[in-house]
């Protein structure tokens, strides 16, 4: 009854049934292999795999499995696999369904990293990307090519937080038959990808699902057939190029997932707090909750009742200078720290031309309206929201105006 819930909050809890040996957290499996009875068993598991079994941890790992349950009941895919960052995610799902000679059609506005891949990387491995306004249909028509596979985006990109239309995406891709990859890390329970169509929904675990700052992870979430081939001892490409997650990891993320409800909520109450006092003190500000927001209708429409629309904003400080004074004064008054990431409990906040958006060239990052002097913030959860905009209002006032 809970897996067919509408939350995707409550689908996350698909596993409260205490367990047989009493313990509320499933036991750590710190084996790196699994023992069999007989030499037949092993042939078995080997050749056709054994229900509930497990033969070694780069294949799968009952910890490691746990987590990945949750995560697909999380975003309504039928399985997920687990990876040691959000990056392998990405890479090993490309690398699944994407083979030299293929063509990829992406966001233009996706991390810094993805990019790089996309752009540096596969193309020594023939796999070629085109990068375009997502949203804009003539330039979808434009970059189809015989051998596009797959199309990429955000959920909302990064640090722009553009929202893309995943129904039109979905259509798009399914009537020219190609896999529709959406990272979803910047939207966990607000955006639930794979109800609008999407085939593959990966995201960095390292962001607000452990939420934590300690561990890097990723997930992978698809129909059961990608997960297995993934999987494949033959031509899988987790098993293969072997990025796992350790045991330990995956069962501390799992702990940390079982309040991401409350996380996500806190985390958007509070940048939603953030973003209209800046706003209202005449400040430049990027955030998909309000309403001056280019995309903030389609968020609505896109979204799961009940969860905002998460922890990131943009401020627009004009230079560079004025960006990097903003965040020394911000670090200075204790009210977070100048570190990447997002999602984390504290505030934290960067410059994205010159850090996680620093892979992307100069003239790409101008075709993408990402001025040097943008902050991006991740509103933090350990404060109280009023408190945190007026504070943080005060100092951009003193800095900036
Ligand atoms: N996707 C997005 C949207 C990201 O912001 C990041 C990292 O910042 C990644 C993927 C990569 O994740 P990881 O750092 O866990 O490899």
């Known amino acids: 009854m809970i897996a067919k819930s509408n939350d995707p ?16 957290n499933a036991p750590i499996s710190d084996s790196a292999m699994f023992a ?7 042939t ?13 941890s780069r294949h799968a790992n009952p910890s490691c499995a746990a987590l990945a349950a949750k995560l697909a009941a999380m975003e309504a895919t039928e399985a997920a696999i687990v990876i040691a960052s959000g990056m392998s995610a990405i890479a090993c799902a490309i690398l699944q369904v994407c083979s030299a000679g293929d063509h990829i059609i992406a966001s233009r506005t996706v991390y810094g990293g993805t990019y790089a891949l996309l752009e540096n990387f596969l193309p020594r491995f023939g796999i070629t990307t085109s990068f375009i306004d997502i949203n804009d249909q003539t330039a979808l028509n434009d970059a189809m090519q015989p051998n596009t596979k797959m199309l990429f985006a955000e959920t909302m990109s990064n640090p722009l937080l553009a929202v893309c239309d995943i129904p039109n995406l979905s259509a798009f891709a399914h009537s020219n038959g190609l896999t529709l990859m959406i990272d979803n890390t910047f939207a966990p329970l607000i955006c639930s990808p794979a109800m609008h169509g999407a085939d593959i929904v990966i995201h960095s675990l390292t962001k607000y699902i452990n939420g934590m700052g300690d561990h890097l992870g990723g997930v992978i979430c698809g129909t059961e057939n990608l997960i ?9 490409a987790t098993m293969l190029l072997g990025p796992s997650m350790d045991a330990g990891v995956a069962a501390d993320i799992r702990k940390n997932l079982q309040s991401l409800p ?12 953030v973003g209209s006092r800046l706003q209202a003190s005449g400040f430049r500000v990027v955030y998909p909750g309000l309403e001056s927001h280019p995309d903030h ?3 609505q429409t896109l979204s799961n009742e009940g969860y905002g629309a998460g ?3 943009t401020l627009d400080c004009g230079t560079r200078e004025r960006a990097d004074s903003l965040m020394q004064h911000l670090k200075d008054a204790g009210l977070g720290f100048l570190a990447v990431s997002l999602g984390y409990v504290h505030t934290l906040f960067s410059m994205p031309a010159c850090s996680t958006s620093s892979e992307i060239p100069a003239a790409e990052r101008e075709r993408m309206g990402l001025s040097e002097g943008f902050v991006r913030f991740s509103i933090g959860i350990d404060a109280d929201g009023d408190w945190l905009a007026s504070e943080i209002a005060a100092i951009a006032t003193k800095v900036l105006l």
Request: charged share 20%.
């Open 9 to 24: 909050g409550t689908r996350l809890n698909t596993d409260r049934m205490q367990h047989p040996s009493g313990h509320v």
């Open 36 to 42: 069999f009875s007989t030499g037949a068993e092993m």
């Open 44 to 56: 078995e598991m080997f050749e056709v795999g054994i229900a509930g079994r497990f033969l070694y």
């Open 228 to 236: 297995q081939s993934l999987m494949d001892v033959n031509s899988g």
């Open 262 to 273: 409350v996380r996500v909520r806190q985390h958007s109450a509070n940048a939603l707090k």
């Open 297 to 299: 209708l389609r968020l």
């Open 311 to 313: 922890a990131v904003l």
